[in-house]
C-alpha cells in the first residue's frame, strides 16, 4: 500500500518527457487504484521501474565483447558491444518483463537510460560514421508486442549519438530503419561504412 499523497509522485517521477499534468495524472492515477504499476524489476509498487532497479543502469557503459554471441566480422574483427547492466536478477527480470510480459510502461525508462549512455559511448569511441542498428524482432515477437521495442531504443540512442556530437564536426551518426537491417542491438555500434 502507498503512503497517503503518493498516487502522483510515480508519474512526476518517471523519465524525463513523461511528466503529465492535471487531468492525465488524475486518470493514470485512477487507472492505479484499480492496476497498480509494480517494477518490472523486483515488483515493488509504484513505478515501472524503481529506483532501486533503475540504479544497476545508472553506471558508465562498459565494453563486453566477450559476453556477446558471434559479432566477429569476415575480415576478422570483432563488432565493439556495450553494456549499461549486468543482465542478472532485477535487471533480467526487468528486461524480460519488458520484451516477453508486455510491459512496455518500462520503453521510456529503457530509452532515457541508452539516450543517456550515447556520450559516453562516443566520447570511448574511435571518430567516424557510426550506424545504429535494431536486431530486427520476428514478426510473431512484433505481433504479439504490438511494437518494435528494440527499434525504439535505437532510436532513442541515435537521438543520444546525435546530442553528443557537435555540429560541424564532420562526425555523422544514422539510425537505420527499424529492423531493415541486421546487426547488434541498441547497447552496441559498429562502425559503418
Do not use: I, N, Y
Not at 103 to 119: E, I
Request: glycine letters at 16%; one cysteine or more; a positive charge.
Amino acid at each position: 500500500m502507498r503512503e497517503p499523497g503518493a498516487w502522483g509522485r510515480r508519474r512526476r517521477g518517471g523519465p524525463p518527457g513523461t511528466q503529465h499534468g492535471g487531468m492525465t495524472r488524475l486518470l493514470h492515477d485512477l487507472v492505479d487504484l484499480v492496476l497498480p504499476v509494480t517494477c518490472a524489476g523486483c515488483g515493488a509498487p509504484g513505478r515501472a521501474l524503481c529506483p532501486a532497479c533503475l540504479r544497476r543502469w545508472s553506471g558508465p557503459p562498459r565494453r563486453c565483447e566477450h559476453a556477446a554471441g558471434r559479432l566477429d566480422r569476415l575480415d576478422g574483427t570483432v563488432l565493439p558491444v556495450w553494456a549499461l547492466a549486468v543482465g542478472t536478477g532485477v535487471v533480467r527480470s526487468a528486461v524480460v518483463a519488458w520484451k516477453d510480459r508486455g510491459r512496455a510502461d518500462v520503453s521510456p525508462w529503457f530509452a532515457a537510460v541508452v539516450r543517456r549512455a550515447a556520450p559516453a559511448v562516443a566520447a570511448a569511441s574511435p571518430p567516424g560514421r557510426w550506424v545504429v542498428v535494431p536486431a530486427p524482432a520476428s514478426r510473431a515477437g512484433a505481433a504479439r508486442r504490438g511494437e518494435d521495442l528494440v527499434a525504439g531504443l535505437a532510436g532513442a540512442l541515435a537521438a543520444g549519438f546525435a546530442d553528443a556530437v557537435p555540429p560541424g564536426s564532420g562526425t555523422h551518426r544514422d539510425a537505420a530503419a527499424g529492423g531493415a537491417t541486421s546487426g547488434p542491438g541498441p547497447a552496441g555500434w559498429f562502425p559503418g561504412g
